[in-house]
């Protein structure tokens, strides 16, 4: 607390006024640092004391705003306002007047420094000497003086408020001590709903009586109610008025404030105050459900969520139901070249999360594809050279950001170079090389709203920590980039990390100490899809987790070992990101998800990178010619992928073009009964990720090409992901990659083989 701007005597008043108030300066008060009162009254009203001496206490308890409301009449704020200035308090002069509406009564409070005027008094007296004032007079009055205007909801009921939310009025006061818990909550979704300002007061007259809390609002809550004060007129502008729990809370993802209530959510609860607040996809059946589902979360939180999720497009997508749009990913818009389409499929994109209510997307990956043999990256770059890479990738950011979605530059500072996944261990490279570090800052002067730091060991910088944890590489991204938005960890529950560090809470810490902002423990949107057991344990273990890191956080602060100053840094860049992407009532949502324009890009840029490695003779397959299209069933390789399932896509695309299609999916320790070929004039063989996989998949994929060649089949292969798959063998059959086993990559394939559309795309790197 501090008191050296005060003299030794004004410091003993104001300290005997401060107990005469009924409050205790050593106890828990002088702990209320920022919280603002919205509803104190002075001596010139109901209350006890000065408005002077309000503000002159309200300093010894750390406060920064109040606001002062006496019933129809403003005397003494300005010498408050002027008192405010000295002091560092900003006084917010109001008044309170009660008013009827359909002959109910209601209180109104008007706040703004115009009603220190001595025309609004004058005003303010003709108003409230008629014998009953109009709620509607009563705005007009507070309007005229471009006041803000707010309904004080403690003496009236819930269910009667809604009707008085006549043209005019700014805002509700949602909590005040004579208001439970569900009554304050159903005011915030009311607030949500009409779009109001929030406030809170709880007509403090400076006493405490018997029955009844009268002690100014921010007391109350803070120290009775145990909560932190919801954001109020003058929103949360200063970190300040933040918990440290609370501050702790939002650094952790997963973490939104709505809970979803099955058992683990309230087991965090009732210990920390905090849900597990994850959204998986078992627990949503289709789009209506999810929309659903998020606009209940964003009416019940009190800050705007920020939702995560991976949508990256190709192979990484955690939507992918239908009326969803589903872009064939980075390396489909690499092989065109075409910067456009980088922007447009980021717009795309962004506005289809948006409209859903997700607004962060750990996208685009920025990694420069050095080494192809990496599992965790794939097609999800957009390619092996530096400077286009960086292009493309700043105009993804520049058109997601657009639509009102953040965009998230990932893998710093590159696992480009790496050849091992990232998630099942830590990847090591002796030097950090300049060109992986290009597309990062293309990424910064496109103001890429955060950046996620890689599980990646670099020697020449930091031989014993990975980046994640290592303060030596982030300040490169702080010091010599001069970022100055949010960066984020990768998933800190991945085995690699665990397996080597032991423990979670620690790896947590670091992390923090290392300089990032988001400790990730998984998004807010996951992927994964169980069924009910799995997912009771998916959950179970997912709290343990958030529990391990809240609580070595926390002890981290009290202990000393990270300083709340430190906290606050990484708070003022998440409240600002919050600020600029937190999602606001869905209101002016559109519900069109998947919009025509989205479907008719994705076919586009599908089309444009169609690529065709080697064509041993023309390919033109007529509609009645016989096809038998053989799938080589992949097996899961890494965690980043989504698309490894949904490679039976090539059937119903198929299906759609041609009148006679036989469809077989085979593994490599199927019997060859199953190639029933002898009939076909084409055979179209896929596969995904191969060149990925085991020795006995891809010999067994090259012992049936090499069968299907000795019958002088006309073979088809086609790569519906890595080109490196292409490589595999030297027979003499056609070879094309689309990039994604997505319908709208199937359907550009069946327009080649149709003889509708040429190839054009190229393979961005080069094939060895």
Not at 41 to 64: C, D, M, Q, W
Not at 156 to 178: F, M
Not at 204 to 233: A, C, D, H, M, W
Request: proline share 4%.
């Amino acid at each position: 607390m501090k008191i050296s701007s005060l003299t030794k005597e004004e410091a003993l008043h104001d300290y005997e006024l401060f107990v005469r108030m009924g409050l205790n300066l050593e106890s828990d008060y002088q702990k209320n640092t920022g919280c603002i009162d919205m509803h104190l009254h002075t001596n010139h009203g109901k209350g006890k004391y000065s408005p002077t001496e309000i503000v002159k206490a309200s300093r010894f308890l750390g406060l920064e705003v109040i606001g002062i409301t006496d019933r129809n009449n403003i005397n003494g704020l300005s010498e408050a306002v002027k008192t405010g200035e000295r002091y560092g308090i900003k006084v917010i002069p109001g008044v309170e007047i009660l008013t009827l509406f359909q002959n109910l009564p209601i209180c109104l409070l008007g706040y703004g420094q115009n009603l220190l005027t001595s025309n609004f008094s004058y005003d303010l007296n003709i108003l409230t000497n008629k014998e009953e004032i109009q709620l509607e007079n009563a705005v007009d009055l507070i309007k005229k003086y471009n006041g803000v205007t707010i309904l004080v909801c403690s003496d009236i009921s819930v269910e009667k408020i809604e009707r008085t939310l006549i043209k005019g009025i700014d805002g509700l006061e949602v909590i005040h001590p004579n208001l439970d818990k569900t009554q304050q909550d159903i005011l915030k979704k009311l607030s949500r709903r009409f779009n109001l300002l929030m406030s809170g007061g709880s007509d403090s007259k400076g006493q405490i009586e018997s029955k009844n809390i009268r002690v100014p609002y921010s007391f109350f809550v803070r120290t009775i109610l145990g909560i932190k004060q919801v954001p109020i007129l003058e929103g949360i502008d200063d970190i300040s008025e933040l918990s440290l729990e609370e501050k702790i809370g939002l650094i952790i993802k997963p973490g939104f404030e709505w809970p979803l209530l099955d058992v683990e959510d309230k087991r965090l609860i009732q210990n920390f105050g905090v849900g597990l607040n994850k959204i998986n996809k078992d627990r949503i059946q289709n789009l209506e459900e999810l929309e659903f589902k998020i606009k209940k979360i964003v009416e019940l939180s009190s800050i705007p969520p920020l939702l995560t999720i991976n949508q990256e497009g190709g192979r990484l997508n955690t939507i992918d139901m239908s009326g969803f749009t589903l872009f064939p990913g980075n390396m489909s818009i690499g092989a065109t070249n075409n910067k456009k389409f980088a922007y447009l499929t980021g717009r795309a994109i962004g506005k289809q999360l948006f409209n859903l209510g997700i607004t962060w997307n750990f996208a685009p990956v920025c990694d420069v594809l050095h080494n192809t043999v990496n599992p965790s990256l794939g097609t999800r770059c957009f390619g092996s050279e530096a400077t286009e890479v960086a292009v493309l990738a700043s105009e993804f950011i520049r058109g997601m950001q657009e639509e009102g979605v953040a965009a998230t530059a990932k893998h710093f500072p590159g696992l480009g170079p790496s050849n091992s996944d990232s998630h099942e261990e830590i990847p090591s490279i002796k030097k950090l090389n300049r060109e992986d570090l290009l597309p990062f800052e293309a990424a910064i002067n496109a103001n890429v709203a955060a950046v996620m730091v890689a599980n990646l060991k670099i020697i020449d910088v930091d031989p014993e920590f990975p980046a994640v944890i290592s303060k030596k590489v982030i300040d490169i991204l702080r010091e010599t980039l001069k970022f100055k938005g949010v960066i984020v960890t990768e998933n800190l529950s991945i085995p690699a990390l665990i397996k080597e560090f032991k423990n979670l809470g620690e790896v947590a810490v670091r992390a923090f100490e290392a300089g990032a902002d988001i400790i990730m423990i998984d998004p807010d949107f996951s992927k994964e899809k169980y069924d009910l057991r799995a997912m009771q344990k998916g959950n179970s273990n997912s709290v343990n987790k958030k529990i391990e890191v809240y609580e070595a956080l926390l002890e981290s602060v009290l202990s000393g070992r990270i300083s709340e100053e430190r906290i606050n840094e990484s708070i003022r860049r998440i409240w600002n990101m919050r600020e600029r992407y937190g999602v606001k009532p869905l209101i002016q949502r559109s519900s069109m998800i998947a919009e025509k324009e989205h479907i008719e890009l994705a076919q586009i840029v599908s089309d444009e990178s169609l690529t065709l490695i080697k064509n041993s003779k023309d390919i033109l397959i007529k509609p009645d010619d016989k096809i038998l299209l053989i799938n080589l069933v992949p097996q899961k390789l890494t965690r980043a992928d989504s698309s490894w399932k949904i490679t039976n896509n090539m059937f119903v695309m198929f299906q759609e073009h041609f009148s006679h299609v036989n469809y077989i999916e085979i593994k490599a320790d199927d019997c060859e009964t199953k190639l029933q070929y002898q009939s076909a004039d084409y055979i179209v063989v896929s596969t995904y990720n191969l060149s990925q996989s085991n020795n006995d998949e891809i010999n067994y994929f090259l012992h049936i090409i090499s069968k299907l060649k000795k019958h002088r089949k006309q073979i088809v292969h086609v790569a519906l992901g890595d080109p490196q798959d292409t490589l595999l063998g030297k027979d003499d059959i056609a070879r094309i990659v689309i990039y994604s086993p997505h319908k709208v990559s199937i359907k550009s394939l069946c327009e080649f083989l149709s003889g509708n559309l040429k190839a054009k795309g190229q393979v961005p790197f080069t094939l060895e």
